[in-house]
Structure formats: structure tokens, C-alpha cells
């Protein structure tokens, strides 16, 4: 696992005012994906953290990816522009310890790493670029709260822009290290994972909308993720859980957050209210069914989706029909939640531990 970094001016104990006054230790956790912008900043709190200051923009950074292979200049501007709120929040927090990542559009762009250069030179954030192990790792360390374990087994499905993350978690053996199902952000229990290139940026770009959606165009892109994931036998050791119905999935997007949003009835999108929630399976497409019935713009006039994610919540709910169709099982727990709270579990987690021991030397994330 890639180590933590340290932001500058910040004495090495990690201890700092922020705004609010008095010592206290933030953390800070930044991610670019493909379709968003998101950074959140927390301070410890018992066995989780409480939130200081969140920030988060859509700004489509693999729009065109697909077409093209590489990022475009009004993407990266956009990123960019999101970018420089973003370390501005974290130099004027004085948070202590930060680690900023950025997936699938940089992991797969051909001038990725000039943008991740760029971005270190107008606005000083050190991107990471992830792998997908590492990001799928990220997702479930995030939603570990959220696993029930009074089942057997549960698929975190982690839907992005450009890419979809699946891991299948132990929750009654040991994971892939031998490690006894031990609920640790370091070490969630996860028995198989798997990444597959299709997010909700780049299916959807796959399957243009054009006029009125209809549910031929939405099977296509069910079958299209249907035949990526198809046939993956890493996991089949946890087949008899989902048989058995013993089995759950955890859903974090913004699209499934957005589903939850629509099944609910929301008047504006709520996080207390969607976070946590369960859905069945027929909740789930008759959410769906919903959506496909309403015309782009209604979709965009709706509370809990908007203009900006209109043309993409559907091909997140493509996404998530696939999974369930291939592995079957009757709830769906909602997750706004995911990487930046794995990335802010797994920085708290490693600097209790080297609070026993002896320190270890950190790069600087932030100049």
C-alpha cells in the first residue's frame, strides 16, 4: 500500500488548529475519477471520524476518453479548476496527514501522467494513481460499517466513471491472505475482486441515449456489462452463499445513490436519509423502469439526479441489473460512501499504529 503523505508547515506529530480553533488532527483524502471531483477532510472520532469539511464537483474528467484514448484540454481545465478549491481547502485547514489518488481516466489516458505533472504544477497536489486492486481495496474499506455480518458473504460493487470495481467479501472465513475475515481498513476481508473498464462515463458513451430511452437500449448495455463480468471464476468459492441466500451487495455510486434517491421519493437529495438504506431487488428495477420512462430532461428535473448526472444514472443502473442478474441475491445496501472514507479509515488506522512504534518519514502531498 502506498504510504501517506504529510502536508508542509505542519509539525511532525500531525497535531494543528484549524479554523474552528483548538488541537486537533485532520485528515484530508482527495479523489479524481473519471466523472468527479471529491475531497473530504475529518478529524478522528472513536472508531470512525467526524467530517470538517467536504467538497465535491462533476467534472468529467474521461469525457471523450473512450473515443480518443486521451484527456481533453476542457476536462483537464475542469479538473483542474476543481483541483485548485480542493488544496485550498486542505492549506487552510492545516490538515496533517493527506493522500490524494486519481483512477481509471489517469490510469488509462495516454498523456495521464502529463496531466498528473500538470496538476502537481498549478495547484501543488500530488496525485497518486491507483491500481485497481488498490482502488477496489479503497471501496470496501470505506463501506465497512455498512457490511451485515450476520451473512455469509457480500459483493461491494463500486460503480465509477470510467471503470467498475468488484469485490467479494468473506464475511464468515478467512480472505485471499489467510487473514480470518479480520474487519480492518489495511485488511478487509476480501476474497475476490475484480475491475472491469465499464463505468457509467464510458458505457454511456458506448450506448448514446439519442431520443426517448427504451428498455432495448437499456438491455444493451445490461448485456454489454453482463459479458465483461461473465465468466470470472475467482469468486465461485462464494457462489453457495449467494444460492443460499446468505449473500448481500453493497452499492456505492452516485448513480445508485441517485436510484435510491428516485425509489424514496426525496424532495432534494438527502444523505441521512439514502445512506444505509436497503433496497430489494424489484425496488431496484422498478426505479430503474422509472427513469427509462422519463424523457432526458425530466431525469435532469429530478431532485435527486440533476442535469449533470441526466445522461448517466441510467447506465449506472445498467451496471448494477448486471451484477444482480448475475449474482442473485435480495438486498442492495446504498452506500454514499467509498473511497475518500477508505482512504481516511486506512491514514487513521496506520498513524495508530506508528504511534507504538517508531515513526516513519512521509512525503510531502501538498507544497
Known amino acids: 500500500m502506498a504510504q501517506a503523505s504529510r502536508a508542509p508547515g505542519v509539525a511532525q506529530h500531525g497535531r494543528d488548529r484549524g479554523e474552528g480553533g483548538g488541537s486537533r488532527v485532520l485528515y484530508g483524502a482527495l479523489d479524481l475519477g473519471t466523472n468527479n471531483c471529491r475531497l473530504l477532510i475529518a478529524t478522528p472520532n472513536g472508531r470512525g471520524f467526524r467530517v470538517v469539511d467536504a467538497y ?24 483542474l479548476a476543481a483541483l485548485r478549491v480542493s488544496a485550498e481547502k486542505v492549506r487552510r485547514r492545516g490538515v496533517s496527514r493527506f493522500k490524494a489518488i486519481a483512477t481509471q481516466a489517469c490510469r ?30 479503497l471501496s470496501v474499506a470505506g463501506c465497512l460499517n455498512l ?10 460493487v463500486d460503480v465509477g466513471g470510467g471503470s467498475t470495481e468488484l469485490s467479494w467479501v468473506d464475511l464468515a472465513g478467512k480472505g485471499p491472505d489467510g487473514g480470518g475475515g479480520r474487519f480492518s481498513p489495511d485488511r ?5 475482486w475484480r475491475s472491469i473498464p465499464l463505468g457509467v462515463v464510458t458505457l454511456a458513451e458506448l450506448f448514446p441515449e439519442g431520443g426517448q430511452p427504451s428498455q432495448d437500449w437499456f438491455r444493451s448495455m445490461v448485456e454489454c456489462f453482463r459479458s465483461r463480468l461473465e465468466g470470472f471464476p475467482g469468486a465461485e468459492v462464494l457462489r453457495p452463499a449467494f444460492t443460499a441466500r446468505r449473500a448481500h451487495i453493497v452499492g456505492t455510486s452516485g448513480a445508485i445513490t441517485s436510484l435510491a434517491g428516485v425509489h424514496l421519493d426525496l424532495p432534494r437529495y438527502d444523505r441521512s ?4 438504506i436497503w433496497m430489494t431487488r424489484t425496488e431496484c428495477e422498478a426505479a430503474s423502469n422509472r427513469l427509462i420512462a422519463m424523457s432526458l430532461a425530466e431525469r435532469g428535473a429530478q431532485p435527486c439526479i440533476g442535469p449533470d448526472r441526466a445522461d448517466l444514472v441510467l447506465a449506472g443502473a445498467a451496471i448494477l441489473q448486471a451484477v444482480q442478474e448475475l449474482w442473485p441475491c435480495e438486498r442492495v445496501r446504498v452506500a454514499d460512501r467509498g473511497l475518500r472514507e477508505g482512504i481516511l479509515l486506512s491514514l ?20
Open 348 to 367: 487513521m488506522s496506520g498513524q495508530s499504529r506508528r504511534r507504538a512504534g517508531p515513526r516513519s518519514r512521509v512525503r510531502e502531498a501538498v507544497r
Open 273 to 276: 436519509q439514502v445512506d444505509g
Open 108 to 137: 488509462s489516458a495516454q498523456n495521464g501522467s502529463e496531466f498528473i505533472e500538470r496538476v502537481a504544477t498549478e495547484t501543488g497536489l500530488k496525485l497518486e494513481v491507483i491500481s485497481p486492486k488498490e482502488e477496489a481495496r
Open 188 to 192: 478487509p476481508p476480501i476474497r475476490a
Open 147 to 156: 457490511l451485515d455480518r450476520t451473512d455469509a458473504a457480500a459483493l461491494v
Open 56 to 79: 465535491s464537483r462533476i467534472v468529467r474528467l474521461g469525457e471523450g476518453l473512450s473515443q480518443t484514448g486521451r484527456l481533453s484540454e476542457p476536462a483537464m481545465e475542469r479538473a
